[in-house]
């Protein structure tokens, strides 16, 4: 018998795991063990088999999601500030943006709009997320705000 062998004890000081965490690993057979006598042992194959489990259990990469093209691959996001010392004109903006991406009919693009205002400094985020289309579309938007 050349194999290592290691202790729950061990473990818990090499994977920095508690005990407990160790030992429902093991039940949920996520650890390869065996009891020796009343003692669970992990042979130092099973330990680098968990410790690698994204090499040592390769998934096919034909079961990943896979995308028809480059612009369904692409999501942006953009962080917009703006010093606004009245939340009531953050807020129309806002709402402004928001009818606006409530009017859109494409419901298949996945995106996000976030809005924040913070008082003690005066300004307001706008926080977008999606596509390359998407975010030109609020950016345009900013831009003819800013030219009013």
Known sequence: ??????????????????????????KEKKIGARKIGRSWMISEKELKS???????????????????????????????????????????ISNSLMAMLNSMDDSTEKRRFDFFYYPEIGKAKYIVHGSPKFISLIMSSFEVLSQQ
Do not use: P
């Open 50 to 92: 968990y410790v690698h489990g994204e090499l040592a259990n390769k998934t096919d990469l034909d079961n990943s999601v896979s995308y028809q093209t480059l612009a369904e691959r692409i999501h942006i996001s953009a962080v917009i500030e703006i010093v606004e010392q009245n939340s009531e004109e953050a807020s129309r």
């Open 1 to 26: 018998m050349d194999s290592k062998y290691y202790s729950v004890d061990d473990l818990t000081k090499i994977l920095k795991l508690h005990r407990k965490t160790i030992l429902r690993f093991i």
